[in-house]
C-alpha cells in the first residue's frame, strides 16, 4: 500500500518568513496530492490540492510542487502570518482508492 | 451551504462499551469517509460509502464498522471498546467515491474510552 512520509514535524518561523513542508510517497500510481490544515475545534481545511499532470500550483501565498520522478511534493507558504499557526497534513492517493496521510506538521509563526 | 457535522464533539465511554458516531454530509455529497486520527498513528483511514455501500475499507478490526444512509448520512460504530480506541475520529464528505474528488472534513468526534 501507498507510504506518505512528512518532514518536518515541527517548524517554527518567524513571521513573514517562508515555510516548506516536505513530503515522499511510494506508490507511482498516485496521482492526487492534496494538502489540509488543521486548527482545534475547526477541523481540517483543505489549502491545496495537486494532481500528477501538473508541476505545480499556486494560490496567493500558498503553492505546492509536485516531482513525480522523485515521488516527493511540498507546500511552500511565503509571508507567513500568525494565524497560519496549525498542524498540516499532506496526503496521497491513486484513483478509486482513498487518501494516505503523512503524520503531519506543526508550524508555529512567532510574531 | 452548511459543511459537514458530526454528533456528539465528545464522548466518553468504559472498556467494553459500544460507541455510535453520526455525520452528516455536505448537502449533495453521497460520498462519506471515516478516519481516526491518534498521535502515534496519525491520520488513518477507516471506510468510505457512496450511495449506502461500502466502497473502500481500511486495516481496522472488525469491531469497527459503519452504514450510510438514503440521505448520504452516516453512521460508524465501534463495539467492545478498549482504551487504544481513544481518538478523534473524523469524517469527510465529497461528490464522488475514491479520492479524487476534494474531500471535505467535519470537526471530528473525539472519544475517550476510560
Known amino acids: 500500500g501507498e507510504n506518505v512520509e512528512q518532514h518536518p514535524s515541527t517548524l517554527s518561523v518567524q513571521e513573514g518568513d517562508s515555510a516548506v513542508i516536505k513530503c515522499t510517497y511510494s506508490?507511482?500510481?498516485?496521482?492526487?496530492f492534496p494538502w489540509y490544515k488543521q486548527e482545534l475545534g475547526k477541523g481540517s481545511q483543505l489549502i491545496i490540492d495537486?494532481?500528477?499532470?501538473?508541476g505545480e500550483k499556486k494560490d496567493q501565498r500558498i503553492a505546492v510542487t509536485l516531482n513525480k520522478t522523485a515521488k516527493h511534493f511540498s507546500l511552500h507558504i511565503t509571508e507567513t502570518q500568525p494565524e497560519d499557526s496549525a498542524v498540516y497534513f499532506c496526503?496521497?492517493?491513486?484513483?478509486?482508492?482513498?487518501?494516505?496521510f503523512g503524520g503531519g506538521t506543526r508550524l508555529m509563526v512567532k510574531p | 451551504k452548511a459543511g459537514v457535522t458530526q454528533t456528539p464533539r465528545y464522548l466518553i465511554k468504559t472498556r467494553g462499551q459500544q460507541v455510535t458516531l453520526s455525520c452528516s454530509p455536505i448537502?449533495?455529497?453521497?460520498?462519506v469517509s471515516w478516519y481516526q486520527q491518534t498521535p502515534g498513528q496519525g491520520l488513518q483511514f477507516l471506510f468510505e460509502?457512496?450511495?449506502?455501500?461500502?466502497?473502500n475499507k481500511g486495516n481496522f478490526p472488525g469491531r469497527f464498522s459503519g452504514r450510510q444512509f438514503s440521505n448520504s448520512r452516516s453512521e460508524m460504530n465501534v463495539s467492545t471498546l478498549e482504551l487504544g480506541d481513544s481518538a478523534l475520529y473524523l469524517c469527510?464528505?465529497?461528490?464522488?467515491?475514491?479520492?479524487?474528488?476534494?474531500?471535505?472534513f467535519g470537526p471530528g468526534t473525539r472519544l475517550t474510552v476510560l
Open positions: 495537486i494532481r500528477s499532470n501538473v
Open positions: 496526503a496521497a492517493s491513486r484513483p478509486g482508492n482513498m487518501l494516505t
Open positions: 448537502s449533495g455529497h453521497r460520498s
Open positions: 469527510a464528505s465529497s461528490l464522488r467515491w475514491g479520492a479524487e474528488d476534494t474531500q471535505y
Open positions: 460509502y457512496f450511495s449506502e455501500t461500502q466502497r
Open positions: 506508490d507511482s500510481a498516485s496521482n492526487y
